[in-house]
């Protein structure tokens, strides 16, 4: 499982031009795109919640949970994109959809036992995402 995580101002994700999610923080926000591989499991999915619940990635060195800073939470196979070979990536290390919603779901749900304002996407919709990044800062959290 890999989170690609964004330090935000703002971020809405939309579908077919309605907003299905949003955060609009006070001071800052965390964006969390998330890929899922074959391996992955739920226990996987709560570790790396509580990971990025915790990671000190906001303003004085603080966390999400220390500021009770919102995350929007989008799905992405494309986190697990192989461009090893050609032009054209391959996506067979993404897991398929029966196995990664699920899986994107226990995150979310983790995120919200750990107490976080969780915003989400639409698994496997064709969604538009719209953030102001904050820093920037991106950082990649795998386990």
């Given amino acids: 499982m890999r989170v690609l995580v964004q330090r935000v101002a703002s971020a809405t994700v939309s579908v077919a031009g309605r907003v299905v999610g949003s955060i609009r923080p006070a001071s800052q926000g965390l964006l969390a795109l998330v890929g899922v591989t074959h391996d992955d499991d ?11 619940w915790q990671l000190r990635i906001l303003d004085d060195e603080r966390s999400a949970s220390d500021i009770n800073a919102p995350i929007l939470v989008v799905s992405q196979f494309t986190l697990y994109a192989d461009t090893a070979k050609g032009r054209r990536p391959s ?53």
């Fill in 91 to 143: 996506w067979n290390a993404a897991a398929p959809r029966t196995l990664a919603e699920p899986l994107v779901d226990e995150f979310v749900d983790a995120l919200r036992t750990l107490g976080a304002d969780v915003g989400t996407g639409i698994f496997g919709a064709d969604m538009q995402i719209e953030l102001v990044n904050d820093g920037p800062v991106t950082v990649l959290l795998e386990l």
């Fill in 42 to 52: 739920p226990g996987k999915a709560r570790r790396l919640a509580e990971k990025l």
